[in-house]
């Protein structure tokens, strides 16, 4: 991993988004964090931006969440970027880079908002995963959004036999944090 670190580093403005994604989800999933990399990373991340499709923006943002490397100005250039297409996103491209800012402790009021817009245009179709990470994100940082939060619990009922423990203890904590009752899901 060195070797393609030190490869890298010195071509990174010659990877698409994808090979910029794709190099930092491997590096965060096998733990590691090499600074420099991510420095650059981070910085062809913010200049190629509008070229990232909502994959890609979500997958950054998770990478370094994964590692806990905040990066304010690549948070700042996936919000913005996110929050322009929000719209289009299917259930992982809007629970993702919720955790991920939430994972880090990053409070974006613009993008939780544009989140829990577009998760209540589809909500039904989120599984227990995507679920759980938005009353668990929303939770962390402390930002009730209560039209959202009875929306995944509503949404959480018919597949509750499908949560994991994982899933069922994220979603107590998540709604006893934030003190929303909502006694069917509880």
């Not at 090499?34 to 997958?59: N, T, V, Y």
């Not at 970027?81 to 994972?103: C, L, M, R, T, V």
């Not at 995507?130 to 009922?157: G, P, V, Y």
């Amino acid at each position: 991993m060195d070797a393609i670190s030190a490869e890298s580093r010195p071509t990174i403005a010659q990877f698409k988004p994808q090979e910029i994604t794709n190099t930092a989800w491997a590096y965060a999933t096998l733990g590691i964090l090499d600074s420099p990399l991510f420095d650059a990373l981070a910085s062809e991340s913010i200049s190629k931006c509008c070229e990232s499709g909502p994959r890609e923006l979500a997958i950054i943002a998770l990478s370094f969440a994964r590692i806990v490397v905040t990066n304010l100005p690549l948070m700042e250039s996936i919000s913005a970027e996110a929050i322009s297409k929000i719209h289009d996103y299917g259930q992982q491209e809007i629970a993702n880079p919720a955790w991920a800012y939430a994972k880090l402790l990053v409070v974006d009021v613009p993008l939780l908002q544009a989140t829990a817009a577009a998760a209540l245009n589809n909500i039904s179709a989120f599984g227990p995963q995507h679920l759980t990470n938005m009353a668990w994100s929303f939770a962390k940082l402390n930002f009730s959004h209560a039209t959202l939060l009875n929306a995944i619990a509503a949404s959480s009922l018919p597949p509750i036999a499908d949560f994991n423990t994982q899933n069922l203890s994220n979603s107590a904590w998540a709604y006893a944090t934030l003190a929303l009752t909502h006694l069917p899901l509880l």
